[in-house]
Each structure stands twice: as C-alpha cells, then as structure tokens.
C-alpha cells in the first residue's frame, strides 16, 4: 500500500472505549472482604480481602516442586506487586492484561523496559491496568524481572477462549477492567470484539482456570485469515516470537494492533508490526484478532 494511504489509515483508527472497559461506582465483590473464598480442586481457603491483595499473588494450584520466583508470588518493595496477582502465578493472564506463558523470556524483558522507558503505553491513556503495570514495574528490580521472565516463558501455554461469531450479542457491563454479562435483552454486536469470562465469580477470585467466551462479528474468522495470509502474520512470528499468537485474548491482541497503529507501542522492536498495523482499518484488525484467538485455524468456507 502507498505510503500516503498508509497515513490515512492511521488517522481513522482510536482507542474505543468498549476495548477498554471502567468500573463504575464502588466494587461489588462475589466473597465479601472477611468471606471465605476456594475454587474447585483446590486446597486453598484465603478469605475475599486476600484475593484482592496486589502485594501476594493468589496460588490456588501449588506446586511445591516447581515453585515460582519470589517476585511472581510477592511485592519486594512497599507499594509494589506481585506479577502473579495480574498475570497469575503461571503466566496464564486475564483479557485486560496479558497471558505471558511460553513468550520469549527476552522479549518479556524488553518490554517491561519499553513499559518502564515510556516507549509502550495503553492506546487509551491512562487507563488503569496499563498504568497499573507501570507501577509493577517501577517497583520491581532487573534481577527480578529477568527471574520472572525465565519463569512465565517455562510456562505452557494454554488456550482459554472460545471465539463465536455472532450478530447480535448479551447485553455487558464492566467487571473489574473486563467485560462481563448482565441480564437483559440482546443487541447488535456492531463491529465489536465481546469477551467475557464463563464464569465471573471465579474470574474475580483470579482462578487460572477460567475460560472465556468471545463473540465476533460474523465472517470475521475468515475474513481474518485471508488478512493474515496476505501479511504473514504466523510465518513472521513463528521465526520472531516463538510462534507467538494463536489462542490468545482476541481483546489483548486487538489493543496491541491499535497501540503500533497509534504509536502507543514504540519501542526499537516496533517497528515491523507498526508498519503491518498502518495497513489495517479497525474492522481488519477485529477480523484478524478474532481470527487469531480462534487459534489460527483454517476453517471451511
Ligand atoms: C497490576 C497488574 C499488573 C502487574 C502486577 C504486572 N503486570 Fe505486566 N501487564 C499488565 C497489563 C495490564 C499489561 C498490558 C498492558 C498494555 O498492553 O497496555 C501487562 C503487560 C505485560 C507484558 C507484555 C506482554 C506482551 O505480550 O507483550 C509483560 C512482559 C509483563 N506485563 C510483565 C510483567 C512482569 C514481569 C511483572 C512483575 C514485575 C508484571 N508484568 C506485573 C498488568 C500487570
Ligand atoms: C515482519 C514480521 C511480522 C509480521 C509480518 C507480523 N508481525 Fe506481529 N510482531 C512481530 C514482532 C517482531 C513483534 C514484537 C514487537 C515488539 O517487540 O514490540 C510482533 C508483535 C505482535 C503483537 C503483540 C504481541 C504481544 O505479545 O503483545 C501482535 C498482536 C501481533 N504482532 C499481531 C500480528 C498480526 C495480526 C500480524 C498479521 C496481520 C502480524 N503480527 C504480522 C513481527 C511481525
């Protein structure tokens, strides 16, 4: 594509505000503060306020023979965070942040020095898991970043979404920064990616086995994967990234398109994805997300 129409392309995309969930009004949590709260298959009985604890990570499922680096289960310094409490204790992430299980160890420490630098931002600024990370970050030392890098890239990636494609879809609200289903009649999806947890009373208690439902515009599974084919977006990543990219949040992967579109995400390694981003309109960009977090299959038809 010509340069010039490269530009106008980056012109017509911003951060939409359903990407980006807000809470509204004070939290209402499912295990009230002094409650007890456990999941099923775990041996762990912490009470409500402990889940909501930034400082510890919540390990419902510990292995004492493979334990996670200090910095993974607990803040080292006051006013800091556990990189298990946003990221669970084996990397498996929640849609508002980011699943870091089986990325290249190098590639997590650069960017979490693109974060701490102020080369990657949020699209939507100061939205709060973004800056919420920079303070994690802030409050964490290189040794123990480079710790939790090697830890989350032993750790196997598992799919947790399941990618519908839908015209009409529930009826959401924010839960947390993600977005959850609430009564009430259905609506027109209207070019949105929809992704809810199935369960999201267990999605609060941060339960790494939570799944996730993700509804998408109709046709854009396959519309997704001719985009990527023209782009190479598998074969680029699997010499790059470790083959980063299928199975993951179709909301994460959507955000990241917008910040290289945008610029938000800037850093020295940038650049190829910049370049494929400037091509995209957001209607491709959700196409080829949903596609992506559909796991990259080829479908019939
Ligand atoms: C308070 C929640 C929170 C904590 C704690 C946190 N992160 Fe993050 N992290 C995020 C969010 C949110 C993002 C995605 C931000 C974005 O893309 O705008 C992110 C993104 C990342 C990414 C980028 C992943 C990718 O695929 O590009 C890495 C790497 C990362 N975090 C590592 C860490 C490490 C290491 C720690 C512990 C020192 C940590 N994080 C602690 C919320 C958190
Ligand atoms: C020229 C090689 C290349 C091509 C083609 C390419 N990518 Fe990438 N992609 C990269 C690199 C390199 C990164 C890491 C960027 C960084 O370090 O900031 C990346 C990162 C990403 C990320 C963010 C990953 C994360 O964990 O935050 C997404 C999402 C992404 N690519 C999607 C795509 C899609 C979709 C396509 C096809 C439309 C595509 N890429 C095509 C090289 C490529």
Known sequence: MLLAAAAAAAATVSAPAWLYPMPAGAPH???????????PGSGVTLTGAATRNRAIAVDWFPDPANPPPPIVLRASQPGGYACGYCHL???????????????PADYIVDQTEAFRSGTRTSASPGWVP??????AVAHAKPAEIREAARWFSRQPFVSRVTVIEAATVPVTAPLGFTLAVRPGPSEPIAGRIIEVPDDPDGFELRDPRARFTAWVPPGSIARGRAIAAEFGCIECHAEQL????????????LRQLIAFKTRARND???QPMQAVADQL?????????AWLADGARAKPG
């Open 130 to 135: 973004t800056e919420a990370m920079l303070n």
């Open 281 to 289: 309109e957001m209607d491709q960009m959700v196409a080829v997300a």
């Open 29 to 39: 949590f499912a295990v009230a503060d002094a409650a007890p709260a456990t999941r």
């Open 89 to 103: 204790p084996r990397g498996e992430g929640r849609p508002e942040n980011a699943t870091l299980a089986g990325l």
């Open 268 to 270: 020295a390694g940038a």
């Open 242 to 253: 470790n083959g980063w990219g299928p199975g993951r949040s179709p909301s994460y992967i």
